[in-house]
């Protein structure tokens, strides 16, 4: 059964940048076949997906509140998927969770087959 351990999260002001990665890890798991999505949940709200890279890397979905803030790329080889989050907002302000499921992106959090346990991001002044 693979894991994901998130990391990278912490305080920022508002226009600054963090980088949070996932890792994956587990006894003969690999990310090849696997799509990973960045989800997030603030207090009070319902869980929402953020960013999404299929299993080649070639393609990459976005939520429209993060389009041109954020971008998310892979790194097969270590296992890893970064989240790369420039111009923060206040609004950012969340829990950021990865998941996995096979090849393909889904829009559902349902969906996706395991998920890490979560990095605090907080933007503020």
């Known amino acids: 059964q693979p894991q994901l351990v998130e990391s990278g999260g912490g305080w920022v002001q508002p226009g600054g940048s963090l980088r949070l990665s996932c890792v994956a890890s587990?006894?003969?798991?690999?990310?090849?076949?696997?799509?990973i999505a960045w989800f997030r949940q603030a207090p009070g709200k319902e869980r929402e997906g953020v960013a999404c890279?299929?299993?080649?890397?070639?393609?990459?979905i976005y939520a429209h509140s993060v389009q041109g803030r954020f971008t998310i790329d892979r790194d097969n080889a270590k296992n890893t998927v970064y989240l790369q989050m420039n111009s923060l907002k206040p609004e950012d302000t969340a829990v950021y969770y990865c998941?996995?499921?096979?090849?393909?992106?889904?829009?559902?959090?349902?969906?996706?087959?395991?998920w890490g346990q979560g990095t605090q991001v907080t933007v503020s002044s």
């Open positions: 890279i299929y299993t080649s890397g070639e393609s990459t």
């Open positions: 998941a996995e499921r096979l090849f393909y992106c889904s829009t559902y959090d349902t969906e996706y087959d395991y």
């Open positions: 587990g006894s003969g798991f690999s990310l090849n076949r696997n799509a």
